[in-house]
C-alpha cells in the first residue's frame, strides 16, 4: 500500500539541469525520511541527498553540496531533487526513498534497511 512514485529522469547536456519529483503514498508524510539514492553499472550505491520532512533539515555528500538542491512539499507529499551543473558522472538510475527509522548521515549510509523505495529515474548526462 504504501509506496513513493517518482518522475522526472531524462537526457541533459553537461552543464544542464534536471528536477526530479516523488510522490508519497499510504503513509504519514511527516514521519518519514526522505532521500534519493543513485546507482550506475559497476559502481557503488551512494546517497545524494536527505531530507527531515517534518523540520526541513538537510545533508548532502561532497559530491553532490552545492549543485544538487532537496525540498519538500508536505501538502503535496512531495519531495524534489533539482540537480544542477550536471556532469556525465552525474548519469546513474536514481532512486526516491522512505523510511520512517533511519535519518541524517544513518540514512544516507544503510541502504539496505531503508523500507520504501521508488521505481527509478533514469539520468543521463551527454558530454
Known amino acids: 500500500e504504501a509506496q513513493v512514485v517518482q518522475s522526472g529522469g531524462g537526457l541533459v547536456q553537461a552543464g544542464g539541469s534536471l528536477k526530479l519529483s516523488c510522490v508519497a503514498h499510504g503513509f504519514d508524510f511527516d514521519r518519514y525520511s526522505i532521500g534519493w539514492f543513485r546507482q550506475a553499472p559497476g559502481k557503488e550505491r551512494e546517497g545524494v541527498a536527505y531530507?527531515?520532512?517534518?523540520?526541513?533539515?538537510?545533508l548532502y555528500p561532497e559530491s553532490a553540496k552545492g549543485r544538487f538542491t532537496i525540498s519538500s512539499d508536505s501538502a503535496k507529499n512531495t519531495v524534489y531533487l533539482q540537480m544542477d551543473s550536471l556532469r556525465p558522472e552525474d548519469t546513474a538510475m536514481y532512486y526516491c526513498?522512505?523510511?520512517?527509522?533511519?535519518?541524517?548521515?544513518?540514512?544516507?549510509?544503510?541502504?539496505?534497511?531503508?523500507?520504501?523505495w521508488g521505481q527509478g529515474s533514469l539520468v543521463t548526462v551527454s558530454s
Open positions: 531530507i527531515n520532512t517534518h523540520d526541513g533539515s538537510t
Open positions: 526513498v522512505a523510511d520512517p527509522n533511519y535519518s541524517g548521515k544513518y540514512f544516507l549510509q544503510n541502504h539496505k534497511f531503508l523500507q520504501l
